[in-house]
Structures are given as C-alpha cells and as structure tokens.
Nanobody, 128 residues
Framework: QGRLVESGGGLVQVGGSLRLSCSASGGTIDGNAMGWFRQVPGKGRQFVGAISWNGGARYYADSVKGRFTVSGDNAENTVYLQMNSLKPEDTAVYYC?????????????????????WGQGTQVTVSS
C-alpha cells in the first residue's frame, strides 16, 4: 500500500463544512476498511468514522452521527470525510488509517489496534 496522505483541513466557522480526503500516495488503498480518527493535544486518538470495503458498512462515533459522512471507493484510492454542522469541539488533527483486519457486523473498526497504516494528519479548526 502507498503512503496515506490526508488533505482538506483548515479553518472553518461554527456550522460550516469541510471535506477531508485520504489517498494512497504511490500505491493503492488496501485492506478491508478505512477509518478516520482525531486527536487533540494531550489526549489519545478518538474514533470518528470508518467504511468497510466488505459490503460498504459504515461506522460512526455517536458524537458525529448525522453530521459526518465517510465515503470512498478503494478502486479510486481515495476516502473522504464530509463534515457538516461543525462545532468547536470538532477541532483536532484528523488522521486516516487503513485496516487489514476483517470485521463483520456491528462495533467494527472503532479502535486504533484494528488499523495498520496511518497518515500524517491534517488540522481542522472550528472557530466560534
């Protein structure tokens, strides 16, 4: 798999939208799923959302349900995180990651240990 690279971060006002992209530089997006996590200074990475390439199931943290959407196609080598109705508490560095681990059913891909490769992160700042 190519190196994962996130883009699309930036500064946005409360209630605004951003779309983050994650692509595999120099290769393809492999594995069984792609996920998004976020991290603020002094805290660990927090699960945001994920998409499984096996059936297209999507998983979201409760804090972003109804506001964020994970989409993508591993044939396109790009995964997106559409973020709407942004809040100040969404401010963080956002990371994409790929998982070779196969999980079926509910409660999948919401933990860091399920992922093998990570991007370098992109900053999202929501101003009030």
């Amino acid at each position: 798999q190519g190196r994962l690279v996130e883009s699309g971060g930036g500064l946005v006002q409360v209630g605004g939208s951003l779309r983050l992209s994650c692509s595999a530089s120099g290769g393809t997006i492999d594995g069984n799923a792609m996920g998004w996590f976020r991290q603020v200074p002094g805290k660990g990475r927090q699960f945001v959302g994920a998409i499984s390439w096996n059936g297209g199931a999507r998983y979201y943290a409760d804090s972003v349900k109804g506001r964020f959407t994970v989409s993508g196609d591993n044939a396109e080598n790009t995964v997106y995180l559409q973020m709407n109705s942004l809040k100040p508490e969404d401010t963080a560095v956002y990371y994409c990651a790929s998982a070779s681990y196969l999980c079926l059913g509910s409660g999948c891909y919401d933990a860091e240990y399920e992922y093998d490769s990570w991007g370098q992160g992109t900053q999202v700042t929501v101003s009030s």
